[in-house]
Each structure stands twice: as structure tokens, then as C-alpha cells.
């Protein structure tokens, strides 16, 4: 079955977020990319200079079942961050079949912002708007 966490962004703050979420909770960050560690995207334009060292992607482990993750936006790759849509819920699914059942059933009515594909960072992943406005990322770890 799946899990499900949630995934905070940030407008260049999420490192600095995230060592106050390590300072109250306690573990390890178990990853940390940057946007400078990015391939070149062909459906992307070029990243801004002052954005190669924002968070691509973080998180932190709470508990055994629970990871807060994040990441910053960059105004050249997504809309800014406004407080009350800077979250989405994570479901990481057990299966790629189950990814894509949670990703076809929560979008149905809603919005897609990106549909389901490999990406290089290993993960099955794709991201939504259901029809009450709740964004979503479903993904599956491709090394499982």
C-alpha cells in the first residue's frame, strides 16, 4: 500500500527551513540535491545563475513512515510559491501499476501539471491538482 508524506516548497528558503525541521526533530538529511546537479532539460529553459545553488529536492526523515520533504522554486521552471499552495501531498506507491491507478484516479476531474514519466533522479513520479484544488505528487522509486 502506499505511503503518504508531504512535500513543502519553498521560494529560496528550504535549506534554511529544513535545518529548523532537522533542530526540532533530530536525524539526518538522507538527501539533498541542488538544481546546479540537474541535467540539461530539453522542454526547460536555462537556468538563472542565482538559482543553481536553490534545493532541488530534500528530505528528512521523522519518524519510520514519515518523511518531510521540500524543495525551492525557481520562477523559471514553475509559478512562485504562495503560502497555502506551497505544499502536495506524496503518495509514493508500491508498484508502478499502483502509481498509476492513485495518479489516473486523483486526476480524474482535476488538473495535471506533469504526467507520469522516468525521471533521471530514478523515480516513476508525476504531479496534479485533484478536483477540490489539493495538489498531488504520485511517484514510484524505480530502484525498488
Given at each position: 500500500m502506499a505511503t503518504v508524506n508531504v512535500?513543502?516548497?519553498f521560494n529560496g528558503n528550504c535549506?534554511?527551513?529544513f535545518n529548523?525541521?532537522?533542530s526540532v526533530f533530530g536525524g539526518e538529511f538522507t538527501y539533498i540535491t541542488r538544481y546546479s546537479e540537474m541535467p540539461p532539460q530539453e522542454d526547460?529553459?536555462?537556468l538563472a545563475d542565482e538559482d543553481t545553488n536553490k534545493i532541488m529536492h530534500m528530505s528528512l526523515p521523522i519518524s519510520k513512515e514519515t518523511m518531510l520533504m521540500g524543495s525551492d522554486n525557481v520562477k523559471e521552471y514553475e509559478?512562485?510559491?504562495t503560502f497555502g499552495n506551497n505544499f502536495s501531498i506524496l503518495a509514493t506507491a508500491t508498484s508502478r501499476e499502483e502509481?498509476?491507478?492513485l495518479f489516473n484516479a486523483l486526476s480524474a476531474d482535476g488538473q495535471i501539471w506533469s504526467p507520469m514519466k522516468e525521471e533521471f533522479f530514478g523515480e516513476y513520479i508525476?504531479?496534479?491538482a485533484d478536483k477540490f484544488g489539493i495538489n498531488w505528487m504520485v511517484n514510484y522509486?524505480?530502484?525498488e
Open positions: 512535500y513543502l516548497m535549506e534554511e527551513a529548523f525541521y532537522k526547460l529553459p536555462p509559478a512562485q510559491t502509481a498509476d491507478r508525476g504531479m496534479l522509486p524505480l530502484s
